[in-house]
């Protein structure tokens, strides 16, 4: 399971961050609610791009003592199963989906020149298909603006509230991803798999924690 880690300020300043274990380690497990500090597991590394930085980042991982699951500790400028930061594809869709701007100059407004189009349909596709859903979360940090369709003014309302201030809103309270769950996973961030045979489950989740692993994007 991945939670975020309220944490505002450079990259290298979050890397020195991950020295102290403490530093926003959990008070109880997120998972089975057990109300202990959860012991400090080690870290796995994950790819990640920013405007300046194209690398790798360490996320910290903690440990339930009586569940024996793990939960990852996430940046809050990262997203779940993306490689690219909150504020990266946050300026890319208010250019390209609000602005109307091309493929071309959204990417460049989103500090990515070379980006191949591609992954901006990507992400504009994904936007699209969670814009009414998004409104409807996000009126807890912004109004509703007056807007002719549901794309324009969840655009409007993540512009007014800030991307990076939503993304920690949307995820930690609500489970909501900016783009939406990959297809693999149930709306609440788990593993979805298929019911054994003869099962009337059509689907479950799994108990099991998730070890993020980053779709191309």
Same mark, same amino acid.
């Given at each position: 399971m991945q939670i975020l880690h309220p944490f505002s300020g450079s990259l290298q300043q979050y890397e020195e961050a991950l020295a102290d274990p403490g530093r926003g380690r959990p008070d109880h497990c997120p998972q089975c609610d057990a109300q202990h500090p959860l012991r400090a597991h080690g870290f796995y590394r994950r790819t990640f791009v920013e405007a300046g930085f194209d690398g790798v980042i360490r996320v910290r991982r903690y440990l339930c003592r009586c569940c024996q699951r793990t939960v990852s500790l996430l940046p809050e400028f990262a997203l779940p199963y993306l490689r690219f930061s909150v504020a990266v594809i946050a300026r890319f869709l208010i250019a390209r989906l609000l602005e109307g701007r091309t493929l071309v100059e959204a990417a460049v407004v989103a500090s990515q020149p070379h980006m191949p189009y591609q992954r901006g349909q990507f992400w504009a596709r994904r936007f699209r298909r969670q814009a009414e859903a998004l409104c409807a979360a996000l009126t807890a940090l912004a109004a509703p603006p007056p807007a002719r369709h549901f794309l324009s003014r969840a655009l409007l309302m993540l512009q007014a509230a800030g991307g990076i201030a939503a993304h920690p809103f949307l995820f $930690? =309270? #609500?489970?909501? %991803?900016? #783009?939406?769950? *990959?297809?693999? #996973?149930? *709306? =609440?961030?788990?593993?979805? @798999? #298929?019911? $054994?045979?003869? $099962? *009337?489950?059509? $689907?479950? @989740? %799994?108990s099991t924690c998730l070890v993020p692993r980053p779709l191309p994007a």
């Open positions: $930690s =309270q #609500l489970r909501v %991803h900016l #783009l939406g769950w *990959p297809a693999f #996973l149930a *709306p =609440q961030g788990r593993r979805a @798999t #298929l019911g $054994s045979a003869g $099962s *009337p489950e059509k $689907s479950k @989740t %799994h």
